[in-house]
């Protein structure tokens, strides 16, 4: 009973609440994403990742209990969109897990389902200073004006940095410079 009402009374003031059950070791600050600077051309708006949105990348039903299993403890995802002639579209998202191990193997297994992702697309090998990984390729639909689409998945540490790159500009060599971009602590370095 105490802990409802001290998390309504936190809530009712805008402060996050890390409840003792929860699971989560998710910072209360965004770290881990692209810094705002660097798509400073078009609006964005950041939001934790619970292992529900994760799932939702995907058509597969289970990636939540996989995610636990593998000791997913939360992420951020920073989304920027707008009207560009470089990018409209930029995803930026940072998986936390509680081991090397468990990143490792929420890579893999995106590589082994990338069609539950990623339907038609195509891989290849990422790899940049602390970071490997993936370079995904979705197709461009048969639209009058699509856009290329770059889709980067790495593991560097304990987390995992997934990039999503859409608009005129976009290239892989482009979001591999942006993947190489340093993550301070609230995301804005």
């Given at each position: 009973m105490?802990?409802?009402?001290?998390?309504?009374?936190?809530?009712?003031?805008?402060?996050?609440?890390?409840?003792?059950?929860?699971?989560?070791?998710?910072?209360?600050?965004?770290?881990?994403?692209?810094?705002?600077?660097?798509?400073?051309?078009?609006?964005?708006?950041?939001?934790?990742?619970?292992?529900?949105?994760?799932?939702?990348?995907?058509?597969?039903?289970?990636?939540?209990?996989?995610?636990?299993?593998?000791?997913?403890?939360?992420?951020?995802?920073?989304?920027?969109?707008?009207?560009?002639?470089?990018?409209?579209?930029?995803?930026?998202?940072?998986?936390?897990?509680?081991?090397?191990s468990g990143a490792e193997a929420f890579v893999g297994f995106l590589a082994g389902h990338l069609g539950a992702f990623y339907p038609f697309a195509i891989r290849k090998r990422l790899t940049l200073a602390g970071q490997a990984g993936w370079l995904i390729k979705p197709p461009e639909c048969a639209c009058h004006m699509a856009e290329p689409v770059y889709v980067g998945v790495t593991v560097a540490g304990s987390g995992v940095r997934w990039l999503e790159i859409n608009g005129p500009r976009a290239t892989g060599a482009l979001l591999a410079s942006l993947l190489r971009l340093p993550r301070g602590p609230a995301g804005r370095a």
């Open positions: 105490r802990r409802a009402a001290a998390a309504a009374t936190a809530a009712a003031l805008g402060l996050p609440v890390v409840l003792a059950g929860c699971g989560s070791a998710r910072p209360a600050v965004p770290s881990g994403i692209l810094p705002v600077s660097a798509v400073r051309y078009l609006p964005s708006v950041t939001k934790p990742l619970t292992a529900l949105n994760v799932q939702q990348n995907s058509t597969l039903h289970h990636l939540t209990a996989r995610l636990r299993d593998w000791g997913y403890a939360g992420g951020w995802q920073r989304t920027f969109q707008g009207e560009s002639k470089r990018l409209n579209l930029v995803v930026s998202q940072s998986l936390t897990f509680r081991s090397h």
